[in-house]
């Protein structure tokens, strides 16, 4: 029945088979009827001999889901290898010459837009007339080779489509403006008269441009051209420059280099604003400018910002909805309501959209669709999602319940959970959805528009009698007859067995001491210090009615530098009874109100009283000359404190060219401390303290500052501490780090890190012009600049050594002699026998530090300092040669130099004919 199944779209198939190896991801029938485009859509396919199910391009009954799809291993007619499409292209050249695997040349139609290479096709890399490779480009780019589908390097890497940058000018020239892709509907007019000498292509334009040149940006669209041109953007004006290396390159109006990516949207607008309903977008223009742009401009330059109308539209009165008829009739009619509060500005996300070129975007960042069309239809905005303790909204229209739309009737009425009720009086029962002039707002039954920030006090509950504490209870007013339930606003005051707290019985209030109040959330404690409701914390109740001992502090830096003012603050933690495990809070100082015990100048101990109970220090010094030290005491007697604070020193790096001295712009530095174990363990004492006050702050977080949870012997995790430490969390904690890495930014090398320490420090310069160094020294002064002085990187150069006639030489001794090292001496031969039984030759002497190099391979690179050098070669066979060079790239070493011949003399005695044994000869140099 299927004689071909390759040429039949199938449903049910008979065959069966086995699968007769992998699947290939593609394939392409090139011609015939069935020509098109499949993928692989099923592996080990029970309808195909091999397996293999694919689905076609434009045979939608055939994609995945669908029943249908073809089989291939009966396929004659079709390309069943993977290709390629064309070589990657390449600025200023391109990939050609290509060989099928087997080494054969492959043709193909390069202006064809259906190019179809086989897997294993090889192209190799060509430069364009004028141009060269950069040395700097690795050779893993010199061919591509077709794999799969994809074009691949030497490495087995992808190759992007395109590929600039590869090929070079071969003289410094500055790349044509008129060549850049990332420029869109814009170009450079270039001032050509510097180039009249350069090499032109087919289009009559120079191939390259020389240093000088100037060039100006004109947009295509005239509006966005007078924008950038008023705004003087730094790319407008662009110039050839000399750079380094003997190279050029393209600066821009503030003498910075040009960067390609700022062009790719400079010239870029966006279209029309999007169409509203009922509405428009009007008055557009750039901020600061003053501008408004006519309603006929076409494209708006980026920034543009429209602001939203939303156009009047007749009123259609709604009879009767619930409870607003009798609103009505206390307020009147709504208009007159709205025409005493007047307008409101629409709060849409929309009321305003900017231009992000191509795209507008709305005032929350994200791109606007036709979703805005009904934004000024007549129905009002969904309720924002407010927190109402103990109750909620549901929204109804003519009786249904409504949730994603509210039309101009909307009533959305509160419901208080079971066990409370709703406050008396209150005008937010029922929100009502009502036009404001030209807008939609929610309204309450006083006829106002709510105000969202105050909605959440409107179910009411009563507090139970708040529970005692150890050797702490309550003394309350505002509560019910038998005392277990109390109002809200209900006061009560701590009472210590002293009775030391005074409760104003006439006034119904507590007029001192430490106070709770009655709250819709629970029982609240008064902060008398912020003036606002918190947390009630039974420790800081408790530590009230203890008795206080004497703790004396000692401090001492590390360094033996001068303390000259320590700040002090001290909280209770939340494990305060003695004999408890000890755990403390460590953004106390940031979030609660800390003890500050005392600050004081000049003097290397303090003394103060503290309740019993384990307590959380902080001491820092106001000149932040040392890092911060926390530390958790538990008092339980008078004691003694040894606080040993750190050094923190400020670094400055400095890294510079060690032949001049001059700064190396765009360099790292990484340090690392070499520990000795007096400081690991002093650090790591205070990092366990620390980090553990800090992961009980993580707990109290986490449970909602229920610190009963939190009431374990917490574990500290280093890795969450140095994590919330970087993220900023916690100053100081950069004491416990082990290594830093400075960029040359805007704050350039410099930091803060422990002193008196010996660091390891690796400066690491930009490109491959310099060597990294690494060195170690000891930060030992309070403010230090550490100096890392670079040397040159080296560079590759291959000896071309060739006599007189052109035939090279290869086998030579190479010297490399640095400026500055002395003069080569050459010995001439005199009158003696330059040429004995074993030829030699009288030596050269070079100067000391000179670099001796035996060739035995002439065409491999050799290892040369950078700059200008005296290269000598010298042989058994020829005269020694030297030759000035200047080497700042890699680069081919000419030198020619005149070869020795040896020759056999013999002398016969003409009459005799016998060989003359002794004689003296003298020879004659007639030609050089």
Same mark, same amino acid.
């Given at each position: 029945?299927?004689?071909?199944?390759?040429?039949?779209?199938?449903?049910?198939?008979?065959?069966?088979?086995?699968?007769?190896?992998?699947?290939?991801?593609?394939?392409?029938?090139?011609?015939?009827?069935?020509?098109?485009?499949?993928?692989?859509?099923?592996?080990?396919?029970?309808?195909?001999?091999?397996?293999?199910?694919?689905?076609?391009?434009?045979?939608?009954?055939?994609?995945?889901?669908?029943?249908?799809?073809?089989?291939?291993?009966?396929?004659?007619?079709?390309?069943?290898?993977?290709?390629?499409?064309?070589?990657?292209?390449?600025?200023?050249?391109?990939?050609?010459?290509?060989?099928?695997?087997?080494?054969?040349?492959?043709?193909?139609?390069?202006?064809?837009?259906?190019?179809?290479?086989?897997?294993?096709?090889?192209?190799?890399?060509?430069?364009?007339?004028?141009?060269?490779?950069?040395?700097?480009?690795?050779?893993?780019?010199?061919?591509?080779?077709?794999?799969?589908?994809?074009?691949?390097?030497?490495?087995?890497?992808?190759?992007?489509?395109?590929?600039?940058?590869?090929?070079?000018?071969?003289?410094?020239?500055?790349?044509?403006?008129?060549?850049?892709?990332?420029?869109?509907?814009?170009?450079?007019?270039?001032?050509?008269?510097?180039?009249?000498?350069?090499?032109?292509?087919?289009?009559?334009?120079?191939?390259?441009?020389?240093?000088?040149?100037?060039?100006?940006?004109?947009?295509?669209?005239?509006?966005?051209?007078?924008?950038?041109?008023?705004?003087?953007?730094?790319?407008?004006?662009?110039?050839?420059?000399?750079?380094?290396?003997?190279?050029?390159?393209?600066?821009?109006?503030?003498?910075?280099?040009?960067?390609?990516?700022?062009?790719?949207?400079?010239?870029?607008?966006?279209?029309?604003?999007?169409?509203?309903?009922?509405?428009?977008?009007?008055?557009?223009?750039?901020?600061?400018?003053?501008?408004?742009?006519? +309603?006929? /401009?076409?494209?708006? @330059?980026?920034? !543009? &910002? $429209?602001? %939203?109308? *939303?156009?009047?539209?007749?009123?259609?009165?709604?009879?009767?909805?619930?409870?607003?008829?009798?609103?009505?009739?206390?307020?009147?009619?709504?208009?007159?309501?709205?025409?005493?509060?007047?307008?409101?500005?629409?709060?849409?996300?929309?009321?305003?959209?900017?231009?992000?070129?191509?795209?507008?975007?709305?005032?929350?960042?994200?791109?606007?669709?036709?979703?805005?069309?009904?934004?000024?239809?007549?129905?009002?905005?969904?309720?924002?999602?407010?927190?109402?303790?103990?109750?909620?909204?549901?929204?109804?229209?003519?009786?249904? +319940?409504? /949730?994603?739309?509210? @039309?101009?009737? !909307? &009533? $959305?009425? %509160?419901? *208080?959970?079971?066990?409370?009720?709703?406050?008396?009086?209150?005008?937010?029962?029922?929100?009502?959805?009502?036009?404001?002039?030209?807008?939609?707002?929610?309204?309450?039954?006083?006829?106002?528009?709510?105000?969202?920030?105050?909605?959440?006090?409107?179910?009411?509950?009563?507090?139970?009698?708040?529970?005692?504490?150890?050797?702490?209870?309550?003394?309350?007013?505002?509560?019910?007859?038998?005392?277990?339930?109390?109002?809200?606003?209900?006061?009560?005051?701590?009472?210590?067995?002293?009775?030391?707290?005074?409760?104003?019985?006439?006034?119904?209030?507590?007029?001192?001491?430490?106070?709770? &109040? $009655?709250? %819709?959330?629970?029982?609240?404690?008064?902060?008398?210090?912020?003036?606002?409701?918190?947390?009630?914390?039974?420790?800081?109740?408790?530590?009230?009615?203890?008795?206080?001992?004497?703790?004396?502090?000692?401090?001492?830096?590390?360094?033996?530098?001068?303390?000259?003012?320590?700040?002090?603050?001290?909280?209770?933690?939340?494990?305060?009874?003695?004999?408890?495990?000890?755990?403390?809070?460590?953004?106390?100082?940031?979030?609660?109100?800390?003890?500050?015990?005392?600050?004081?100048?000049?003097?290397?101990?303090?003394?103060?009283?503290?309740?019993?109970?384990?307590?959380?220090?902080?001491?820092?010094?106001?000149?932040?000359?040392?890092?911060?030290?926390?530390?958790?005491?538990?008092?339980?007697?008078?004691?003694?404190?040894?606080?040993?604070?750190?050094?923190?020193?400020?670094?400055?790096?400095?890294?510079?060219?060690?032949?001049?001295?001059?700064?190396?712009?765009?360099?790292?530095?990484?340090?690392?401390?070499?520990?000795?174990?007096?400081?690991?363990?002093?650090?790591?004492?205070?990092?366990?303290?620390?980090?553990?006050?800090?992961?009980?702050?993580?707990?109290?977080?986490?449970?909602?500052?229920?610190?009963?949870?939190?009431?374990?012997?917490?574990?500290?995790?280093?890795?969450?501490?140095?994590?919330?430490?970087?993220?900023?969390?916690?100053?100081?904690?950069?004491?416990?780090?082990?290594?830093?890495?400075?960029?040359?930014?805007?704050?350039?090398?410099?930091?803060?890190?422990?002193?008196?320490?010996?660091?390891?420090?690796?400066?690491?310069?930009?490109?491959?012009?310099?060597?990294?160094?690494?060195?170690?020294?000891?930060?030992?002064?309070?403010?230090?600049?550490?100096?890392?002085?670079?040397?040159?990187?080296?560079?590759?150069?291959?000896?071309?050594?060739?006599?007189?006639?052109?035939?090279?030489?290869?086998?030579?001794?190479?010297?490399?002699?640095?400026?500055?090292?002395?003069?080569?001496?050459?010995?001439?031969?005199?009158?003696?026998?330059?040429?004995?039984?074993?030829?030699?030759?009288?030596?050269?002497?070079?100067?000391?530090?000179?670099?001796?190099?035996?060739?035995?391979?002439?065409?491999?690179?050799?290892?040369?300092?950078?700059?200008?050098?005296?290269?000598?070669?010298?042989?058994?066979?020829?005269?020694?040669?030297?030759?000035?060079?200047?080497?700042?790239?890699?680069?081919?070493?000419?030198?020619?130099?005149?070869?020795?011949?040896?020759?056999?003399?013999?002398?016969?005695?003409?009459?005799?004919?016998?060989?003359?044994?002794?004689?003296?000869?003298?020879?004659?140099?007639?030609?050089?």
């Amino acid at each position: 029945m299927l004689s071909l199944v390759s040429k039949l779209r199938f449903f049910i198939i008979l065959m069966t088979g086995e699968v007769l190896g992998d699947c290939v991801n593609k394939k392409t029938i090139r011609q015939g009827s069935l020509s098109g485009k499949y993928y692989l859509k099923e592996e080990d396919s029970k309808f195909c001999g091999d397996g293999c199910l694919y689905s076609k391009e434009d045979d939608p009954l055939s994609i995945a889901g669908e029943p249908f799809g073809y089989c291939m291993d009966f396929t004659f007619d079709c390309s069943c290898e993977d290709g390629c499409e064309r070589p990657p292209e390449v600025g200023n050249g391109e990939f050609t010459d290509c060989v099928d695997k087997n080494g054969n040349p492959v043709e193909y139609a390069k202006s064809s837009t259906d190019v179809h290479l086989l897997e294993g096709t090889k192209c190799f890399l060509v430069c364009k007339d004028g141009y060269e490779q950069a040395y700097n480009v690795s050779s893993r780019f010199d061919e591509v080779l077709c794999k799969g589908s994809n074009w691949t390097d030497k490495n087995g890497e992808s190759v992007p489509r395109r590929i600039d940058y590869m090929c070079i000018p071969k003289e410094p020239l500055c790349e044509p403006p008129w060549t850049w892709k990332s420029l869109e509907n814009g170009k450079y007019t270039c001032d050509l008269s510097k180039s009249t000498n350069v090499k032109k292509n087919n289009e009559g334009l120079p191939i390259g441009l020389t240093e000088g040149t100037q060039c100006i940006l004109n947009c295509d669209n005239a509006v966005i051209d007078q924008y950038i041109h008023e705004k003087s953007y730094a790319e407008i004006n662009i110039t050839c420059t000399k750079t380094s290396l003997n190279q050029v390159g393209w600066k821009d109006n503030n003498g910075k280099p040009l960067r390609l990516e700022n062009l790719e949207d400079i010239c870029d607008g966006c279209p029309k604003p999007p169409t509203v309903i009922n509405g428009t977008y009007e008055n557009c223009t750039v901020p600061d400018t003053g501008v408004i742009f006519p +309603e006929s /401009t076409e494209l708006y @330059p980026n920034t !543009t &910002e $429209c602001q %939203l109308k *939303c156009i009047r539209v007749p009123f259609t009165s709604v009879s009767r909805i619930g409870d607003l008829d009798s609103a009505l009739s206390r307020i009147g009619d709504l208009d007159s309501a709205f025409s005493r509060i007047g307008g409101l500005a629409q709060t849409s996300r929309y009321n305003k959209i900017i231009c992000s070129a191509p795209d507008w975007e709305d005032m929350h960042g994200d791109p606007v669709t036709d979703s805005i069309l009904d934004i000024c239809k007549n129905e009002c905005l969904p309720l924002p999602a407010i927190s109402i303790e103990n109750g909620s909204y549901v929204c109804t229209i003519n009786g249904k +319940e409504v /949730t994603d739309r509210f @039309p101009v009737g !909307t &009533e $959305c009425r %509160l419901e *208080c959970d079971p066990g409370t009720a709703k406050t008396l009086n209150s005008t937010k029962d029922l929100l009502t959805c009502a036009r404001d002039g030209e807008d939609f707002q929610w309204i309450d039954l006083e006829g106002k528009i709510v105000n969202f920030n105050n909605i959440d006090q409107v179910c009411n509950h009563q507090c139970e009698k708040p529970q005692n504490i150890s050797k702490v209870s309550w003394r309350c007013v505002g509560g019910s007859p038998d005392g277990s339930r109390f109002n809200l606003a209900a006061q009560c005051a701590l009472e210590c067995p002293t009775g030391e707290t005074v409760l104003n019985e006439t006034t119904s209030s507590i007029s001192t001491g430490i106070i709770i &109040e $009655c709250k %819709l959330t629970g029982w609240k404690l008064y902060n008398n210090a912020t003036k606002e409701y918190e947390e009630i914390d039974p420790i800081f109740l408790q530590e009230k009615c203890y008795t206080e001992v004497e703790v004396e502090m000692i401090f001492v830096s590390s360094a033996s530098q001068p303390l000259n003012r320590i700040l002090i603050n001290k909280k209770r933690t939340a494990d305060y009874m003695p004999g408890n495990s000890n755990t403390s809070n460590i953004r106390i100082f940031e979030n609660t109100e800390a003890v500050n015990v005392t600050e004081f100048t000049d003097s290397d101990r303090i003394k103060f009283k503290t309740v019993l109970g384990s307590w959380f220090f902080m001491i820092q010094t106001e000149d932040r000359r040392h890092y911060e030290v926390y530390k958790i005491v538990k008092v339980h007697q008078p004691m003694k404190i040894e606080i040993i604070l750190e050094p923190r020193y400020k670094l400055t790096a400095l890294v510079l060219n060690e032949n001049d001295r001059s700064k190396i712009d765009g360099s790292s530095v990484s340090l690392r401390i070499l520990e000795d174990e007096a400081f690991k363990t002093r650090k790591m004492k205070n990092k366990d303290s620390t980090c553990t006050a800090m992961m009980f702050d993580k707990c109290m977080i986490e449970n909602q500052l229920k610190y009963q949870l939190c009431r374990f012997d917490i574990k500290p995790d280093y890795n969450l501490c140095m994590e919330a430490s970087k993220s900023g969390i916690q100053p100081g904690f950069d004491l416990y780090m082990t290594e830093w890495n400075f960029q040359d930014g805007e704050t350039g090398l410099t930091g803060f890190l422990p002193g008196a320490q010996t660091y390891e420090g690796t400066a690491v310069p930009p490109g491959n012009v310099f060597q990294s160094l690494t060195k170690e020294f000891l930060l030992k002064d309070p403010e230090q600049t550490e100096e890392f002085l670079l040397g040159h990187s080296p560079l590759f150069a291959v000896p071309n050594v060739t006599d007189e006639t052109g035939l090279k030489i290869k086998r030579f001794t190479l010297v490399i002699i640095p400026p500055d090292a002395g003069e080569v001496v050459v010995t001439t031969p005199g009158s003696v026998d330059y040429f004995p039984e074993v030829s030699t030759k009288p030596p050269t002497r070079f100067p000391e530090g000179s670099m001796v190099i035996e060739v035995t391979d002439p065409s491999e690179p050799q290892t040369v300092p950078r700059g200008n050098l005296t290269v000598c070669v010298e042989g058994r066979n020829f005269d020694t040669a030297c030759k000035d060079v200047s080497v700042f790239k890699n680069t081919t070493i000419n030198i020619t130099v005149r070869r020795h011949l040896k020759f056999n003399l013999k002398l016969i005695d003409s009459l005799g004919g016998e060989d003359v044994k002794k004689s003296t000869v003298n020879f004659v140099l007639l030609r050089d």
